[in-house]
């Protein structure tokens, strides 16, 4: 009898310390990915240097930003890319790159997919009229130009949503594909994981959380969550309709029904008991 219960105990131990090593393996894979430096480029620096490399005239035969034909100076950015960095010491398929445009708005889509689909950097528009670098972009009654840069591709449909096209684009990162999904996750709460994918999905672009993400909408966490000072019927009700709380709001309606804004808000309240600077 004795001897069996040592088996069990026995048994139970090897079992345990198998259970720790792994959870050391997912520890160690998480440092390793947060760690990876991140690697940025400057394009203003870089054309000012004369390093964007060499520059060809392109036509966008359905420009989805001007709607239209459109012609422009450009470069090759995957050629900028691969000149620039030594890409054989990160793997393409696990890091992403995020544009930073001037107003904070920081897109992002994998690596792999870009370099993959013929990107140009362009950097003079063809149309624009005498005496002006670019035609203006006309946007929600307001005018805009694209300066001083934009991505196009001229074999991309401007219907495929997973390719992005930023203007009044300034740098460009590659980071790790899961830095968000590594420090974002609710990890100690998975059912939360539907308002964190709308979340990252449909926010990130120009919000951050613990400072990952774009800057061209308020950071929504740190120091103090959104969730603490505004009532949560009506943060549900803003994210569903910005317009109706604030007049000539920036931030668009973005099509999240009132199911899914109470998921987001229920993911940001998860978050605000994980605050941290990075
Ligand atoms: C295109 C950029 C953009 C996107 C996408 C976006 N926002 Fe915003 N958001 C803004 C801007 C800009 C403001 C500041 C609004 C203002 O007062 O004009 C804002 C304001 C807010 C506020 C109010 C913050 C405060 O302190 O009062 C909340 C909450 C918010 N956004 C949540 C969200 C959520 C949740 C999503 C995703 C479903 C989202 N936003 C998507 C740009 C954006």
Redesign the pocket.
């Given at each position: 009898m004795k001897t069996v219960k040592i088996h069990i105990l026995i048994s139970c131990l090897i079992i345990l310390s198998f259970l720790s090593c792994n959870q050391k393996n997912e520890q160690e894979v998480e440092a390793k990915s947060i760690s990876q430096p991140e690697i940025k480029l400057d394009l203003l620096d870089l054309q000012k240097s004369n390093k964007l490399g060499k520059d060809t005239v392109i036509t966008i035969i359905n420009d989805p930003v001007y709607h239209k034909a459109k012609k422009y100076k450009a470069v090759n950015t995957a050629i900028l890319i691969k000149n620039e960095i030594d890409l054989t010491k990160l793997d393409p398929k696990n890091t992403k790159i995020v544009f930073e445009c001037i107003d904070g708005?920081k897109p992002e889509m994998p690596l792999e997919l870009f370099l993959n689909a013929n990107p140009y950097l362009a950097f003079q528009d063809l149309d624009a009229p005498k005496g002006n670098k670019w035609e203006p972009i006309v946007k929600d009654g307001n005018e805009m130009n694209a300066a001083p840069f934009y991505i196009v591709y001229t074999s991309v449909s401007e219907k495929d949503t997973r390719y992005k096209w930023p203007y009044n684009l300034v740098k460009i990162y590659l980071e790790p594909l899961n830095k968000s999904t590594l420090e974002l996750y609710p990890l100690k709460n998975r059912k939360l994981e539907a308002g964190y994918n709308?979340?990252k999905n449909?926010?990130?672009?120009?919000?951050s959380i613990n400072a990952i993400g774009?800057t061209?909408?308020?950071e929504?966490n740190y120091p103090k969550s959104?969730t603490e000072?505004?009532k949560e019927k009506e943060?549900v009700d803003?994210?569903v309709n910005?317009a109706s709380?604030?007049y000539?709001?920036?931030?668009?309606t973005?099509g999240?029904t009132k199911q899914?804004?109470q998921e987001?808000?229920d993911y940001?309240k998860y978050m605000s008991e994980n605050k941290k600077k990075i």
């Open positions: 708005y709308l979340f449909q926010c990130l672009t120009c919000h774009g061209m909408g308020p929504l959104v000072y505004w943060l803003y994210i910005p709380f604030r000539k709001v920036t931030m668009p973005l999240i899914q804004s987001i808000v940001l």
